[in-house]
């Protein structure tokens, strides 16, 4: 809770509590404390004066500010249609299978959290997904299962 609390003053403190800092503010708290509780949402809008319907839709805007508490890795795969043309549909199955669970939940063991995404940008080479910050591109069914191997192996 303290953790929490002056976090966020710090952050609006750093950034100022004008309306167009919001995005840094959600980013940074965001970078703390891993995603965004309702309660944190709330505060931000407190503290920096804004209503909390504004605060909550401009966090929810954007995929990389999480309002809920996912794995160590965040898994993003891109929904939009060129990826979908490509195949991003195998992709989710190969990676729902692998990791035995649904999209949107986490594995039991905390290592991933599965979702999509809007485009990432790497239409040209799709399907895509990101890996926390880290774009994965040409992606087949067996690049996935090497990829997640991987990580358990080597994170
Ligand atoms: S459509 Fe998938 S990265 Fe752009």
Same mark, same amino acid.
């Given at each position: ?12 403190? =750093? ?14 708290? =965001? ?24 605060? #909550? ?42 990791? =035995?669970? =649904? ?47 991987? #990580?358990?192996?080597?994170?």
């Amino acid at each position: 809770m303290q953790k929490r609390e002056s976090a966020i003053k710090a952050a609006v403190q =750093k950034h100022g509590k004008e309306r167009k800092n919001l995005l840094p503010i959600l980013q940074e708290v =965001k970078q703390i404390k891993n995603y965004l509780s309702r309660s944190d949402v709330a505060e931000i809008g407190v503290e920096m004066g804004l209503a909390l319907a504004h605060v #909550y839709g401009v966090a929810s805007f954007y995929h990389f500010i999480d309002l809920e508490e996912r794995g160590q890795n965040i898994i993003w795969v891109c929904k939009t249609i060129s990826c979908s043309m490509k195949g991003s549909n195998d992709i989710v199955m190969t990676l729902k299978e692998r990791l =035995k669970i =649904k999209l949107g939940e986490t594995t039991s063991d905390g290592k991933f959290s599965l979702l999509e995404t809007n485009c990432i940008g790497w239409c040209h080479k799709g399907p895509a997904m990101l890996i926390n910050d880290e774009p994965y591109t040409d992606l087949t069914p067996e690049k996935v299962i090497q990829i997640i191997d991987d #990580y358990y192996t080597n994170n």
